[in-house]
């Protein structure tokens, strides 16, 4: 017996060893998936992630479950830092956000940078916008400059954090009409609108999804622009800062990632179902009520932009670095 043994473990051995990627993909997932989202809740990552987990969980079968935590605060860095370092078994995926996750280990030492994570696809393209209350003096963008060079520093405005696409869009605006505001970072958007709704500061600065979202929610908020190279679909009555005088774009992309070094299978089933929720009628038509502009890249195309963006930050850092003095 020992003899037969011996001749046919090795067989049985490779047997064992080719069957095991398909038994992984058949049994992916089989426990909970854990979804990071880096900003508090009830800001407009929060409520996309929410939308996106519950279809991906479709997409991916076998009683899929994909539970959302945020974990906020640094502007994004702890939950990045805590995706970044998670196993890579695929029960742990998370929300990227730019430009925060690409600007957090340029202005300073971080634990994570965008090559640690397997990327798995973008969603949404989100641009920033200026809001104000409805009994604010200040009505349009012209109004907030002239009212800022006759009052410096007086005008407070609410980010969701230091190098925030909200807080790099102040910094612009800053820079091309040379006027000086205060910057109040907060740990998520809505806190930037309960601050500019109980008038603890003058300006909120959030993706124009977010202003919308809390306009339809009865917020008595006004939009002053938006920093896209066209109005998006989700805010056509709101005119560009461009169209204003103002040649500001500022955006952010919402997009998922894993741990990297994800197991070949697992990966391909995140990126697939990813890919088929961002096809989904029923999302879109969901995520259109979030006021979520829509914009889905595959990994590589996704990570081709992270590339390229992240190297417009590094130059935008050494003629402006943006961190607080």
Do not use: C
Request: glycine content about 8%.
């Amino acid at each position: 017996m020992t003899t037969v043994l011996r001749r046919f473990l090795p067989a049985l051995m490779l047997s064992a060893v080719a069957a095991a990627p398909g038994m992984a993909l058949a049994a992916y997932p089989e426990q909970p998936i854990k979804m990071i989202v880096s900003y508090a809740p009830g800001g407009g990552s929060d409520m996309i992630a929410r939308l996106t987990a519950q279809y991906m969980a479709k997409y991916l079968g076998n009683n899929a479950n994909i539970v959302v935590v945020n974990h906020a605060g640094a502007g994004g860095g702890i939950g990045f830092a805590e995706l970044a370092r998670a196993p890579a078994d695929g029960y742990t995926i998370g929300m990227i956000n730019t430009p925060n996750v690409l600007t957090i280990p340029i202005e300073r030492k971080s634990a994570f940078k965008w090559q640690d994570y397997d990327l798995l696809g973008n969603v949404v393209d989100d641009p920033d916008n200026i809001s104000v209350r409805t009994d604010s003096q200040i009505k349009t963008l012209q109004d907030l400059v002239t009212y800022a060079k006759a009052h410096p520093g007086e005008v407070t405005y609410g980010t969701t954090g230091i190098g925030s696409d909200d807080h790099l869009a102040a910094l612009k605006l800053e820079k091309a009409t040379g006027i000086k505001m205060t910057h109040v970072p907060f740990k998520g958007a809505s806190e930037v609108l309960n601050a500019v709704v109980s008038k603890q500061v003058t300006l909120a600065i959030m993706n124009i999804g977010e202003a919308l979202a809390a306009v339809k929610g009865g917020s008595q908020l006004r939009q002053l622009g938006q920093m896209s190279a066209v109005r998006t679909n989700v805010a056509p009555n709101v005119p560009t800062f461009r169209e204003q005088g103002f040649d500001i774009i500022m955006a952010s992309l919402r997009g998922f990632a894993a741990p990297k070094g994800l197991p070949a299978p697992v990966r391909e089933q995140l990126v697939e179902a990813l890919k088929k929720t961002a096809a989904d009628p029923e999302f879109q038509a969901r995520a259109s009520a979030y006021f979520a502009p829509m914009r889905y890249l595959e990994p590589q195309a996704y990570a081709e932009e992270l590339k390229e963006t992240e190297a417009g930050f590094r130059q935008l850092w050494q003629v402006m670095p943006w961190g607080e003095k």
